[in-house]
């Protein structure tokens, strides 16, 4: 069955429609159910997203079947819009969705390019149209994630060259709809300001996925797990001693759930290599993985936390 595209839509005038679609044979064909259990295994939490995320999986799924079964369809739009704070999956979830469109036939290559404004914006007349046009060049085929996109709009500032960066974005998201899919992502806020300010935006974007912070509880799974990957343990005192950690971690400013998570165990990784090192002798090699209390507890959050009374106790 040949389905051929005209004005905007799949005309499927010159096909005979297909009396069955077999749903899951074409299932099994796009494997798309590998991503999204990989999806599930890969990311702790996140219901919601993951439900978003299954949802346009499916929609696009049916998309394909309509065109196997003749039926005229418009071509879906694709470009979307990631909000939440730092460290919840954000990246991880557009490469995901870069697999499943590739797998479905909307992209060449699935793959991702990250780019914030430092990439696609210029400091002077004449640079960024082609450092933008150069990034999209690369994305082209699969996905390009704009993290932080709000940056790239600063109307206070009469010699900003982020405006023309979001033009030539404009144009490209329309003219490449068959082969390039942009992912705008950011603080929720901010982004909506952002897409108040640029309508001509808002309005190519149909997807919008928010990305709730994770619990305490989560965070804690989600360190185990790192943990795990890497071949490193908590003992029962340097876990308590994380989780305190986390708890003080968690009222600072500039936390970043899973990402803020994943500093702290390399820093722990650290600490834990200078102490074995100096250390020196004969360990078992269950040492290699066992992350100590003191690894812990020589983070700055705790000397933060401390008493006026104990800091002065501590600097003597």
């Known amino acids: 069955?040949?389905?051929?595209?005209?004005?905007?839509?799949?005309?499927?005038?010159?096909?005979?429609?297909?009396?069955?679609?077999?749903?899951?044979?074409?299932?099994?064909?796009?494997?798309?159910?590998?991503?999204?259990?990989?999806?599930?295994?890969?990311?702790?939490?996140?219901?919601?997203?993951?439900?978003?995320?299954k949802e346009i999986a499916s929609f696009l799924m049916v998309q394909r079947l309509r065109e196997l079964a003749g039926v005229i369809t418009e071509p879906p739009s694709l470009h979307m819009s990631f909000t939440g704070p730092p460290g919840t999956g954000k990246t991880t979830v557009a490469m995901k969705m870069g697999k499943i469109l590739h797998r479905l036939g909307y992209v060449r290559k699935g793959h991702l390019v990250s780019a914030t404004r430092e990439d696609l914006v210029g400091q002077y007349v004449g640079h960024t149209a082609p450092k933008t046009k150069e990034v999209i060049k690369r994305a082209m085929g699969g996905v390009l994630f704009i993290d932080e996109a709000y940056a790239l709009y600063r109307p206070e500032s009469e010699r900003d060259y982020g405006q023309e960066a979001i033009e030539i974005l404009l144009q490209a998201m329309e003219n490449n709809r068959k082969d390039l899919v942009v992912i705008f992502a950011g603080y929720q806020d901010r982004m909506e300001l952002f897409f108040q300010m640029n309508p001509g935006l808002r309005s190519r974007i149909t997807h919008h996925i928010q990305f709730p912070s994770y619990t305490f509880e989560e965070l804690i799974a989600i360190a185990e797990l790192m943990l795990k990957q890497q071949m490193y343990t908590f003992d029962d005192a340097s876990r308590k001693a994380f989780e305190e950690y986390l708890r003080l971690r968690m009222q600072q400013p500039l936390f970043a759930n899973a990402r803020s998570v994943r500093n702290a165990i390399d820093r722990f990784k650290l600490r834990q290599a200078a102490r074995l090192i100096e250390k020196g002798g004969k360990i078992p090699a269950t040492e290699l993985m066992r992350i100590d209390v003191s690894d812990i507890r020589q983070s700055r959050v705790f000397q933060e936390n401390q008493p006026k009374e104990e800091k002065e106790i501590t600097k003597c």
Not at 14 to 32: G, M, N, P
Not at 47 to 53: A, C, D, E, S, T
């Open 1 to 53: 069955m040949e389905v051929q595209q005209k004005e905007g839509f799949v005309s499927t005038e010159s096909v005979e429609r297909a009396e069955i679609v077999d749903v899951d044979e074409q299932l099994t064909q796009f494997r798309i159910e590998d991503v999204l259990n990989d999806l599930e295994k890969e990311l702790i939490g996140l219901k919601p997203v993951k439900q978003r995320v």
